[in-house]
C-alpha cells in the first residue's frame, strides 16, 4: 500500500504557491472523485474548477520514486495543484474508493513499460544502441579554434583592465566588459561568460573597498582560468578524440554540462546510496542570471559531504521546481557524481524517502572531523588551487561552541585546538549571531556544518556554521 | 613561514591592481619588500619564486607583460596566501560557554520554502507583504530561530502598518526575554524606528536585575534624540531609583521629553510622583499630563482628580459669555475629558450620573460650545451607559428626552434592561410616541436618530463588512413590530434586517416587498429585497414568483451582467420549477445587447432544462 506524508507531497511541489494551492482544493472540498486502483499504487480523480467540466487527474506511483502526474488543467506545473491536492486528500485520510484503472491511464502505463523495457535491453546489449553518438570531428575542431581565439580575447581584456587599474573602472568598463561576455557565451565560453559579468558585478558594488578585494581575486581568477584552459584545449586540439576530463573541473569551468550519460560512461555512479540532507539554501546569482539551488548532503555509510545544484535561470522560474529542504533520507538507485574537490556536485534522478533513524545520525556524528587542524589542512589544499571550489564545506565535531569576550564564537575540539566562526561572503545570511539565541545545551558536543571560505584582505579563513546536530537533535541555522 | 610579509605583499598588489600596472615599473615599496623575499627565498623556494616575480615586475618592460606578470605573481601569491589563513580564535576563551538567551523555545524545524516567503517579505518592498507576515504569525513560523533577526528587523519596515504589527503582535509574543536583544540593537540618535523598539520595551518592561539593560535606556533617556529620549524615559516609570531623574525630566525644556516623563511618573504611581502629576496637570502640561493618566489611570490619582473636575463644572462664571471666555473655560474642562478616557471609579459614576440628572447644578457645561458640551456630556453617558443600572437609564431617559442627540445611550441600556416588547414600546409603540410621529421637527429629529441607532444595532460591523444580525438572534431579542414599524417608514435595507419567519408569509411584508420589485428605482437593492424574502418565512412559490417578477421587470436592453448573486438564486430554484423558469427567462434574453450577457443567461436556461427534464423522467 501507498505511503504518502505531507512532507513527501511537499517536496515534490514545484514552488511553495502550489503546495498551498493544492491544499486549498481540499479544505474547500474541490474534489468530487477519489478513487485508487486496487492495487494501490494509482491515485485518481476529478476536482472542480470554474469551468463547466472537471478536471481530471490522477497521480501514477507505479515506479514509487518517480510518481508522474497527469491533469487535464492546462497548467504548465508538474506536479499541478489538482495532483498535489489528491496526494494531500490521500495523506489526509480520506476515503478513495477502490476502482480500476482508467483506459487512458493504462495505455499510457503500457507504453511507458515498453519504454523502460527497450532502454533495459539496449543496456544489456539484448538490443543495439540506438544511434551511436557521432562525434563531428571538422565541427569540434571549429569550436576548439573558436575557443582558443575567445580565450586570446578574454586575455586581452583582462590585460587591458589590469594596465589601467581598477581604480578608472567606470560604468562604461562595466558595459564593455558585460558585452564581452555575452560574445564569450556565443564562442562557448559559458563558464568564462559568467566569471567576466561577475567581475563587472564587483565593480558595480557599492561599497567599492570591498568590492576591489573581490574584483582583485576574481582577475587572478581569470589569470588561472585562461591558462589552464588554453593548455587544456591545445591538447584536444591535437587529439579530438579525446574524452572530456572527467577528473578535473576544467571542463565545468569551460562551460561543458555533463549529460547523465557520460557521467555514466566515465564510471561517475554509484549504486545504492542513501543522502540525509544538512543544508539548504537559495541564493540569486546575478552573474549567471539563474537561481542556484543549494543542498549539501551526507552520504549515510561513507561520510562524505556532496552537494546537489540546480540552477534555475531568471526566464523560466515560473516553470521550475524550486527545491526546498528535506529532513528524511534519500534513498536513491543512481547516484551520479560530478567531478569537484570536497563536496562534488551530485545528481539524481528520483528517490524513495525513509525516516531518520538512530543508526543515522550515529552516522552523522562518525563521519564528522575530529581534530580543527585536520580539517582546515584539508580545506586549505583545496583552496590552494585558485580553480577550486572556493568555498568547502566541512563537518567537525565539537566538544563545545564557546563565545570570547568581544562576543564572538568559536569551536573548540577535543584537543582544544579553536576555530573563529564568522560569516562566509558566499552566503546570502550571517547564522553566526543565531548561536547565541540557540539552546546552550547543543553547544557542547556537537557535529558542526561549517562553510569555510579565505577572506583575503583579512588574511583569515573564515567559517560560517550552517547547522548543528547533537544526538537527535539537528537545528539548521540557514534552512 | 612570514605571513605578515605575504599579507604586506597582497596589500602593495591590491594597489597596483586599483592604480594600474603601468605604475609598477620601479615601484619602490616594491623594491624594499623584493630583497625581503629573496633573503627568505634562500629557505623556502616559494618566496625565490615570489621575489623573481616581484623583480621582474619592477623592471622595465612593455606595459602589456608587466600587467601579464602583475596577473601571475598574483596568482602565485594568492594561492600561496589561501594555505596560511588564520583560523583560531583570537582572544581569550575562558569565560566559557555562551549564556543562556531565555529564547531557548524556539525551533528550527520550519522548510526554506516557508521561511524564504518571510523573509524575503521582510527584506524587500512592495504589494502582498503584510498579509505573508500576518499570515506566517499566526501560523506561528515566528516561533522559528531564523525568523527572530527578521522579527527584529520588522521594525524599521517601510511600511508603517507591519512595523506597527512587529510592535503590537509579533515581538511581544517573545515575551520580556527579547528586551536586552532590543536595547543592544538600539540606536539612540534614531527616528520612529526607535521609538517603535521602546514601545515594545515599555509593553514587556525591563527587568529590575537587568543592569546592563536599564543602563542603555537610561543613556538614551540622556542622550538620545527627543523622540528616543521621550520613548526612553516612558520606559523606565516602574523603577523607582529612577523617581528623581523623572520628576527632573518632567521639568525639562523639550515637551516631548516632559511627556515621556509624565507618562513614567503615571504608572511610577508614587506619593511624589503623584504629586509631580497633579502639578503639571493643574499646570501649563495639562493636556500631557491627561494623556498620561489615560494610558495608566491609577486609583489614587483619579480620586484627586474627580473632585477638581466637580469644582470646576460646578463653577458659577460671570460676565460675558463671548468665544474668548469659552475657549478659557474649555482649555480647563478639556484635560479631565481626556484622562477619564479609561478611567472606572465608583465616584466618577456618581459625578456622571449627578451630571446626567442635574445638569443645572453644573453651570460650567451650560456656557459651552455646543460640540465641546457633547463631549463633556456624552462621556458621561457612555460611562452611565455601561454600568447598567436602573439609576442610569432612568438618569439617561432623561437626558434623550431634553436631547435627541443622546437617543442612542438611553436606547442602548434600554435594550439591555427591558424586554423586547418594552424597548418597542418606548420607542415606537407608545400612544404618544404615535402621536407625535412626524409631526413636529423635533420628532422627526428623533424618528431619525431612532433609525440611525436601529441601524447600528442589527448591522454589526465586522471589519469593514457589515452584516446582518443571525435570525435566531432577531426572533429572540426583537419585538415583531418592528417590521411592521419599519415598512411604514420605509427603510428597506432594516425591513430586511428585522424580516423573521414570526409570522408566515406575513402579507404586509409581501406587499411592500411586490411594491419594491415594481419600483424600477430599487434595481441595485435586490440583495435587500432577496434577503427580506429568504428570511421571511415565505414558501416557495411566492419566493419563486417574486423572483421571476424581478427578472421580468428588469430593463434587459440596459443591464450590463448577470450579478452572480441572481445567476445563484435562479439555478437554486427547486426543480419543480425550474423548467417553467427556464420558458419564462428565454423570450427576456432576447432584448439583450450583450453577447456575454446572452451567453450567461442562456447557460444558465440550459442548466433550468436539464434540471427539468431530470425531475420529470423521475416522476
Same mark, same amino acid.
Do not use: C
Given at each position: 500500500m501507498l505511503e504518502l506524508t505531507a512532507s513527501h507531497i511537499d517536496s515534490l511541489a514545484p514552488n511553495a504557491a502550489a503546495a498551498k494551492n493544492g491544499r486549498g482544493l481540499v479544505l474547500k472540498n474541490k474534489f468530487v472523485k477519489l478513487n485508487v486502483s486496487e492495487e494501490g499504487d494509482l491515485i485518481f480523480g476529478e476536482c472542480s474548477g470554474s469551468g463547466k467540466s472537471n478536471y481530471i487527474c490522477s497521480v501514477d506511483f507505479v515506479t514509487p520514486e518517480n510518481p508522474v502526474s497527469r491533469c487535464n488543467c492546462p497548467s504548465r506545473q508538474f506536479p499541478c495543484k489538482h495532483a498535489l491536492g489528491l496526494m494531500y486528500a490521500y495523506a489526509d485520510g480520506l476515503t478513495f474508493e477502490k476502482a480500476t484503472v482508467p483506459e487512458d491511464i493504462s495505455s499510457k502505463r503500457e507504453k511507458a513499460g515498453k519504454r523502460e523495457e527497450t532502454k533495459a535491453?539496449?543496456?544489456?546489449?539484448?538490443?543495439?544502441?540506438?544511434?551511436?553518438?557521432?562525434?563531428?570531428? *571538422?565541427?569540434?575542431?571549429?569550436?576548439?579554434?573558436?575557443?582558443?581565439?575567445?580565450?586570446?580575447?578574454?586575455?586581452?581584456?583582462?590585460?587591458?583592465?589590469?594596465?589601467?587599474?581598477?581604480? *578608472?573602472?567606470?560604468?562604461?568598463?562595466?558595459?564593455?566588459?558585460?558585452?564581452?561576455?555575452?560574445?564569450?557565451?556565443?564562442?562557448?565560453?559559458?563558464?568564462?561568460?559568467?566569471?567576466?559579468?561577475?567581475?563587472?558585478?564587483?565593480?558595480?558594488?557599492d561599497d567599492r573597498e570591498s568590492g576591489y578585494t573581490y574584483a582583485t581575486e576574481q582577475l587572478t581568477l581569470l589569470n588561472a582560468f585562461i591558462k589552464k584552459g588554453r593548455s587544456y584545449l591545445q591538447t584536444k586540439q591535437e587529439d579530438p578524440e579525446l574524452v572530456p576530463d572527467s577528473e578535473s573541473t576544467i571542463e565545468e569551468w569551460l562551460g561543458h554540462a555533463w549529460q547523465l550519460a557520460e557521467l555514466k560512461e566515465a564510471g561517475r555512479v554509484s549504486e545504492s546510496v542513501e543522502l540525509l540532507q544538512l543544508a539548504f539554501y537559495t541564493y540569486r546569482d546575478e552573474a549567471r542570471k539563474e537561481f542556484v539551488d543549494t543542498g549539501f548532503w551526507l552520504q549515510l555509510g561513507e561520510g562524505k559531504i556532496h552537494r546537489t545544484v540546480q540552477y534555475r535561470p531568471f526566464k523560466a522560474v515560473k516553470y521550475m521546481k524550486e527545491e526546498d529542504s528535506f529532513f528524511s533520507v534519500a534513498q536513491i538507485s543512481e547516484l551520479y557524481r560530478y567531478p569537484g574537490g570536497m563536496n562534488a556536485r551530485v545528481r539524481f534522478e528520483g528517490m524513495i524517502p525513509r525516516q531518520v533513524n538512530n543508526a543515522d545520525y550515529d552516522g552523522i556524528r562518525a563521519a564528522a572531523a575530529a581534530s580543527i587542524p585536520d580539517a582546515v589542512k584539508a580545506v586549505k589544499n583545496q583552496l590552494k588551487d585558485p580553480l577550486a571550489d572556493r568555498a568547502p564545506v566541512v563537518l567537525l565535531n565539537a566538544a563545545r561552541i564557546a563565545q570570547t569576550e568581544n562576543g564572538t564564537f568559536a569551536l573548540v575540539d577535543e584537543a582544544g585546538n579553536t576555530l573563529e566562526l564568522g560569516n562566509v561572503y558566499r552566503l546570502p545570511q550571517p547564522t553566526t549571531p543565531l548561536l547565541s539565541l540557540v539552546d546552550p545545551s547543543l553547544l557542547e558536543n556537537c557535529a558542526v556544518l561549517a562553510m569555510f571560505e579565505h577572506q583575503m584582505d583579512m588574511g583569515k579563513l573564515v567559517a560560517q556554521p550552517l547547522t548543528l546536530i547533537q544526538g537527535e537533535r539537528i537545528a539548521r541555522l540557514l534552512y | 613561514m612570514s605571513t605578515t610579509l605575504l599579507q604586506e605583499l597582497q596589500g602593495e598588489l591590491r594597489r597596483l591592481y586599483i592604480a594600474g600596472s603601468d605604475l609598477a615599473a620601479d615601484d619602490f615599496r616594491l623594491n624594499r619588500i623584493q630583497p625581503k623575499l629573496a633573503q627568505l627565498g634562500e629557505r623556502a623556494p616559494v618566496f625565490q619564486k615570489l621575489a623573481e616575480g616581484v623583480a621582474a615586475l619592477t623592471e622595465p618592460s612593455e606595459a602589456e607583460a608587466r600587467a601579464a606578470r602583475l596577473q601571475d605573481v598574483s596568482l602565485l601569491l594568492n594561492s600561496v596566501l589561501?594555505?596560511?589563513?588564520?583560523?583560531?580564535?583570537?582572544?581569550?576563551?575562558?569565560?566559557?560557554?555562551?549564556?543562556?538567551?531565555?529564547?531557548?523555545? %524556539?525551533?528550527?524545524?520550519?522548510?526554506?520554502?516557508?521561511?524564504?516567503?518571510?523573509?524575503?517579505?521582510?527584506?524587500?518592498?512592495?504589494?502582498?507583504?503584510?498579509?505573508?507576515?500576518?499570515?506566517?504569525?499566526?501560523?506561528?513560523?515566528?516561533?522559528?530561530?531564523?525568523?527572530?533577526?527578521?522579527?527584529?528587523?520588522?521594525?524599521?519596515?517601510?511600511?508603517?502598518?507591519?512595523?506597527?504589527?512587529?510592535?503590537?503582535?509579533?515581538?511581544?509574543?517573545?515575551?520580556?526575554?527579547?528586551?536586552?536583544?532590543l536595547l543592544a540593537d538600539m540606536n539612540i540618535q534614531g527616528g520612529r524606528e526607535e521609538e517603535r523598539r521602546l514601545e515594545v520595551v515599555r509593553a514587556l518592561g525591563v527587568d529590575s536585575d537587568d543592569q546592563k539593560s536599564l543602563n542603555l535606556l537610561v543613556r538614551a533617556a540622556e542622550e538620545g534624540s527627543d523622540k528616543v529620549r521621550a520613548a526612553a524615559i516612558a520606559c523606565l516609570g516602574l523603577h523607582p531609583d529612577f523617581e528623581d531623574k523623572l520628576i527632573e525630566w518632567s521639568l525639562d525644556k523639550k515637551k516631548p521629553v516632559r511627556e515621556g516623563a509624565l507618562a513614567a511618573l503615571a504608572v511610577r504611581n508614587s506619593e511624589t510622583a503623584r504629586d509631580r502629576l497633579y502639578e503639571a496637570f493643574v499646570g501649563k502640561?495639562?493636556?500631557?499630563?491627561?494623556?498620561?493618566?489615560?494610558?495608566?489611570?491609577?486609583?489614587?490619582? $483619579?480620586?484627586?482628580?474627580?473632585?477638581?473636575?466637580?469644582?470646576?463644572?460646578?463653577?458659577?462664571?460671570?460676565?460675558?459669555?463671548?468665544?474668548?471666555?469659552?475657549?478659557?473655560?474649555?482649555?480647563?474642562?478639556?484635560?479631565?475629558?481626556?484622562?477619564?478616557?479609561?478611567?472606572?471609579?465608583?465616584?466618577?459614576?456618581?459625578?456622571?450620573?449627578?451630571?446626567?440628572?442635574?445638569?443645572?447644578?453644573?453651570?460650567?457645561?451650560?456656557?459651552?460650545?455646543?460640540?465641546?458640551?457633547?463631549?463633556?456630556?456624552?462621556?458621561?453617558?457612555?460611562?452611565?451607559?455601561?454600568?447598567?443600572?436602573?439609576?442610569?437609564?432612568?438618569?439617561?431617559?432623561? %437626558?434623550?428626552?431634553?436631547?435627541?442627540?443622546?437617543?442612542?445611550?438611553?436606547?442602548?441600556?434600554?435594550?439591555?434592561?427591558?424586554?423586547?416588547?418594552?424597548?418597542?414600546?418606548?420607542?415606537?409603540?407608545?400612544?404618544?410616541?404615535?402621536?407625535?410621529?412626524?409631526?413636529?421637527?423635533?420628532?422627526?429629529?428623533?424618528?431619525?436618530?431612532?433609525?440611525?441607532?436601529?441601524?447600528?444595532?442589527?448591522?454589526?460591523?465586522?471589519?469593514?463588512?457589515?452584516?446582518?444580525?443571525?435570525?435566531?438572534?432577531?426572533?429572540?431579542?426583537?419585538?415583531?413590530?418592528?417590521?411592521?414599524?419599519?415598512?411604514?417608514?420605509?427603510? $428597506?435595507?432594516?425591513?430586511?434586517?428585522?424580516?423573521?419567519?414570526?409570522?408566515?408569509?406575513?402579507?404586509?411584508?409581501?406587499?411592500?416587498?411586490?411594491?419594491?420589485?415594481?419600483?424600477?428605482?430599487?434595481?441595485?437593492?435586490?440583495?435587500?429585497?432577496?434577503?427580506?424574502?429568504?428570511?421571511?418565512?415565505?414558501?416557495?412559490?411566492?419566493?419563486?414568483?417574486?423572483?421571476?417578477?424581478?427578472?421580468?421587470?428588469?430593463?434587459?436592453?440596459?443591464?450590463?451582467?448577470?450579478?452572480?448573486?441572481?445567476?445563484?438564486?435562479?439555478?437554486?430554484?427547486?426543480?419543480?420549477?425550474?423548467?417553467?423558469?427556464?420558458?419564462?427567462?428565454?423570450? $427576456?434574453?432576447?432584448?439583450?445587447?450583450?453577447?456575454?450577457i446572452k451567453e450567461e443567461a442562456l447557460e444558465i436556461i440550459h442548466a433550468l432544462r436539464r434540471r427539468g427534464a431530470e425531475a420529470e423522467s423521475n416522476t
Open positions: 535491453k539496449r543496456e544489456s546489449g539484448e538490443l543495439p544502441p540506438a544511434k551511436p553518438k557521432k562525434v563531428n570531428k *571538422t565541427a569540434l575542431k571549429k569550436k576548439i579554434v573558436q575557443q582558443l581565439e575567445a580565450l586570446d580575447e578574454l586575455e586581452k581584456i583582462v590585460l587591458s583592465l589590469v594596465r589601467g587599474g581598477l581604480g *578608472t573602472a567606470n560604468a562604461r568598463t562595466v558595459k564593455d566588459l558585460n558585452d564581452h561576455a555575452k560574445r564569450l557565451g556565443s564562442s562557448y565560453l559559458t563558464g568564462a561568460e559568467n566569471e567576466l559579468r561577475r567581475l563587472a558585478l564587483l565593480l558595480e558594488q | 589561501s594555505t596560511q589563513g588564520a583560523t583560531a580564535a583570537g582572544s581569550d576563551l575562558s569565560n566559557g560557554n555562551a549564556e543562556d538567551s531565555g529564547l531557548t523555545g %524556539l525551533t528550527t524545524v520550519h522548510s526554506y520554502r516557508q521561511l524564504a516567503e518571510v523573509q524575503n517579505a521582510l527584506s524587500t518592498s512592495g504589494g502582498g507583504r503584510y498579509e505573508i507576515v500576518l499570515e506566517a504569525h499566526r501560523n506561528g513560523l515566528f516561533r522559528d530561530l531564523r525568523l527572530f533577526p527578521f522579527a527584529m528587523k520588522a521594525l524599521s519596515d517601510p511600511y508603517s502598518e507591519l512595523a506597527d504589527y512587529a510592535v503590537r503582535q509579533i515581538l511581544p509574543s517573545y515575551g520580556p526575554v527579547i528586551v536586552p536583544y502640561d495639562a493636556l500631557p499630563a491627561a494623556q498620561a493618566i489615560e494610558a495608566s489611570p491609577k486609583e489614587e490619582m $483619579l480620586e484627586r482628580l474627580i473632585p477638581l473636575y466637580e469644582e470646576r463644572l460646578s463653577q458659577e462664571i460671570l460676565g460675558d459669555n463671548d468665544q474668548k471666555s469659552k475657549d478659557k473655560l474649555w482649555k480647563t474642562l478639556e484635560p479631565f475629558t481626556v484622562a477619564f478616557r479609561q478611567a472606572r471609579h465608583p465616584e466618577l459614576e456618581r459625578l456622571f450620573l449627578d451630571l446626567i440628572s442635574n445638569e443645572s447644578k453644573y453651570p460650567a457645561v451650560g456656557r459651552l460650545d455646543f460640540s465641546e458640551n457633547l463631549r463633556v456630556m456624552s462621556q458621561a453617558a457612555k460611562y452611565l451607559e455601561n454600568t447598567n443600572t436602573e439609576e442610569a437609564l432612568i438618569a439617561l431617559q432623561g %437626558l434623550e428626552e431634553r436631547e435627541v442627540a443622546y437617543l442612542p445611550y438611553a436606547f442602548h441600556v434600554t435594550k439591555r434592561l427591558r424586554t423586547p416588547a418594552e424597548l418597542y414600546e418606548r420607542y415606537a409603540g407608545s400612544g404618544i410616541a404615535l402621536l407625535r410621529a412626524a409631526v413636529t421637527k423635533k420628532a422627526q429629529a428623533r424618528q431619525s436618530k431612532l433609525i440611525e441607532t436601529l441601524r447600528d444595532e442589527v448591522y454589526a460591523y465586522e471589519g469593514y463588512v457589515r452584516n446582518r444580525l443571525p435570525s435566531d438572534k432577531i426572533i429572540a431579542e426583537w419585538d415583531p413590530r418592528w417590521l411592521s414599524w419599519l415598512i411604514d417608514r420605509d427603510d $428597506l435595507q432594516l425591513v430586511s434586517a428585522l424580516a423573521a419567519p414570526t409570522n408566515p408569509n406575513n402579507p404586509k411584508l409581501l406587499k411592500y416587498l411586490e411594491r419594491q420589485i415594481d419600483k424600477s428605482s430599487n434595481n441595485y437593492y435586490g440583495y435587500y429585497i432577496f434577503l427580506a424574502l429568504d428570511e421571511g418565512g415565505f414558501d416557495e412559490e411566492t419566493k419563486y414568483e417574486l423572483l421571476m417578477r424581478w427578472m421580468e421587470n428588469k430593463d434587459w436592453k440596459k443591464i450590463y451582467s448577470i450579478y452572480h448573486d441572481e445567476a445563484q438564486r435562479l439555478l437554486q430554484l427547486p426543480d419543480r420549477f425550474a423548467s417553467e423558469a427556464a420558458d419564462r427567462l428565454e423570450p $427576456l434574453i432576447t432584448e439583450t445587447r450583450f453577447e456575454s
